[in-house]
C-alpha cells in the first residue's frame, strides 16, 4: 500500500532528501562518531558542508526522537552512534530514494 | 568583542536545558575552526529556531487566555454579557463569543501534538512502535 506524500516531516522527523538529520544518520551508519567527524564525513561522502548549529541541532532531535544515542565522552568530545530504530529509519529512506534514484536513472538514461 | 565572547553570546541563544546536554560540545567546535559568518549564521537560526519551538505551546496558550480574558472584559463593559460564556442570539454577541474562543483551537491543536509526539516517542523508546518511511 502506498502512502501519500506529504510536505512536512514524518514522525521520525525525516522526510526530505539532504536533510541533516539524514545525512547526520548516514554519517553514523558504519560507526560512533563525533560531532566533527561527522561534518568531516557528510562532506566527504555527500559534500553538503553542515554548519555547527544544523549538526548539533540535528543531533539533539535524533537522540530525542531515539535514533542516535550519545556515548561516554572521550576527552571532550562525545561519540553518537544508531540506535535500531535510527538504523530502521535510515534503511526505510535509503529504499525511498533508492528507487528514486533508480527511476531518475532510467528516464535520463544514466548508466 | 573576543572570539570566545562571541561564542559564549552564540551559545546562550540555545534554550538553558538545550546548552546543559549540548552546550560544552557546541562550544568546542566553534572554538576548534574558523568562525565564518555563515557558521554564525547557521548558529543563531538554529538556537533561535529551538528556542521558539520549545515556547511554541506555552506561548500559545498564554495568548489563547490573554484574548479571551481582553474579550471577556470587552463584552463585559459593552453589556453584551454578565457571563464568562453566552448563547450567540445577535450578531454582536455572536461574533463576540467567536472571537473569545478563537485563541483556543490553535492552542488545543498545538498541545494536541506535542502529546501525540511525546506518546509515540515513549512508544517508539519501548519498542512497539518502528519508524516508517515518508
Redesign the interface.
Given at each position: 500500500m502506498h502512502?501519500m506524500?506529504?510536505q512536512g516531516?514524518?514522525?521520525?522527523g525525516?522526510?526530505r532528501f539532504g536533510e541533516p538529520g539524514m545525512l547526520v544518520l548516514l554519517a553514523l551508519s558504519d560507526g560512533a562518531k563525533?560531532?566533527?567527524a561527522i561534518t568531516a564525513d557528510v562532506l566527504e561522502q555527500t559534500g553538503i558542508r553542515l554548519?555547527?548549529?544544523?549538526?548539533?541541532?540535528s543531533?539533539?532531535k535524533l537522540v530525542?526522537?531515539?535514533?542516535v544515542t550519545a556515548l561516554a565522552a572521550e576527552e571532550?568530545?562525545?561519540p553518537y552512534e544508531l540506535t535500531e530504530?535510527g538504523r530502521?529509519?535510515l534503511a526505510?529512506?535509503v529504499?525511498?530514494w533508492s528507487r528514486v534514484v533508480a527511476t531518475g536513472r532510467a528516464r535520463l538514461s544514466i548508466a | 568583542m573576543s572570539t570566545r565572547s562571541l561564542i559564549n553570546l552564540l551559545v546562550r541563544l540555545f534554550p538553558r536545558a538545550w546548552r546543559v546536554e549540548y552546550g560544552a560540545e557546541l562550544r568546542e567546535m566553534l572554538g576548534s575552526q574558523r568562525l565564518t559568518l555563515s557558521a554564525i549564521v547557521d548558529v543563531v537560526r538554529t538556537g533561535v529556531g529551538l528556542r521558539l519551538a520549545g515556547h511554541n505551546v506555552a506561548w500559545r496558550l498564554i495568548f489563547a487566555a490573554a484574548t479571551s480574558t481582553a474579550v471577556e472584559l470587552f463584552a463585559v463593559h459593552r453589556h453584551l454579557t454578565d457571563n464568562i460564556l453566552w448563547l450567540p442570539d445577535t450578531p454582536a454577541r455572536a461574533a463576540t463569543l467567536a472571537l473569545l474562543c478563537s485563541g483556543w483551537a490553535p492552542a488545543t491543536i498545538a498541545v494536541g501534538k506535542n502529546v501525540h509526539r511525546r506518546l509515540t516517542r515513549v512508544r517508539r523508546q519501548s519498542g512497539s512502535v518502528s519508524v516508517r518511511d515518508s
Open positions: 502512502r506524500a506529504r516531516r514524518d514522525e521520525g525525516l522526510a563525533h560531532g566533527y554548519g555547527p548549529g544544523t549538526l548539533y541541532g543531533l539533539s530525542d526522537r531515539g535514533l571532550r568530545r562525545r530504530a530502521e529509519a526505510a529512506q529504499a525511498t | -
